[in-house]
């Protein structure tokens, strides 16, 4: 299994971007999808998640600016980010809650896209 992050880039403030993230492979099916983020100085942290029901949790950072979606069909999540901000600057990484059979449930990381945003 194998979690495929695209999308990253460099903005200007203000600006947006988009990630998206599919989940390929020996799959059951995909439960909770989600975004985090890392810098250089901070532990990863929770951007947004999403559960196969479309129920969504925002970090209060991204309340407002970034909306976080999914399409249980293509295994895939995204992440529509608006107004962003230069210390919005990190890499991103996917996540998802995958389950390979009917009983087991593993936890899988993309490889990480880098968002700029220059002031």
Same mark, same amino acid.
């Given at each position: 299994?194998?979690?495929?992050?695209? =999308? $990253?880039?460099?903005?200007?403030? =203000?600006?947006?971007?988009?990630?998206?993230?599919?989940?390929?492979?020996?799959? /059951?099916?995909?439960?909770?999808? =989600?975004?985090?983020?890392? #810098? %250089?100085?901070?532990?990863?942290?929770?951007?947004?998640?999403? #559960?196969?029901? $479309?129920? #969504?949790?925002?970090?209060?950072?991204?309340? $407002?600016? /970034?909306?976080?979606?999914?399409?249980?069909?293509?295994?895939?999540?995204?992440?529509?980010?608006?107004?962003?901000? %230069?210390?919005?600057?990190?890499?991103?990484?996917?996540?998802?809650?995958?389950?390979?059979?009917?009983?087991?449930?593993?936890?899988?990381? $993309?490889? =990480?896209?880098?968002?700029?945003?220059?002031?």
């Amino acid at each position: 299994v194998q979690l495929q992050a695209s =999308g $990253g880039g460099s903005v200007q403030a =203000g600006g947006s971007l988009t990630l998206s993230c599919v989940a390929s492979g020996d799959i /059951f099916r995909v439960n909770s999808m =989600g975004w985090y983020r890392q #810098t %250089p100085e901070n532990q990863r942290e929770l951007v947004a998640a999403i #559960t196969r029901s $479309g129920k #969504t949790n925002y970090e209060d950072f991204a309340k $407002g600016r /970034f909306t976080i979606s999914r399409d249980n069909a293509k295994n895939s999540v995204y992440l529509r980010m608006d107004s962003l901000k %230069p210390e919005d600057t990190a890499v991103y990484y996917c996540h998802a809650d995958i389950m390979r059979s009917a009983n087991y449930e593993y936890e899988y990381w $993309g490889q =990480g896209t880098l968002v700029t945003v220059s002031s």
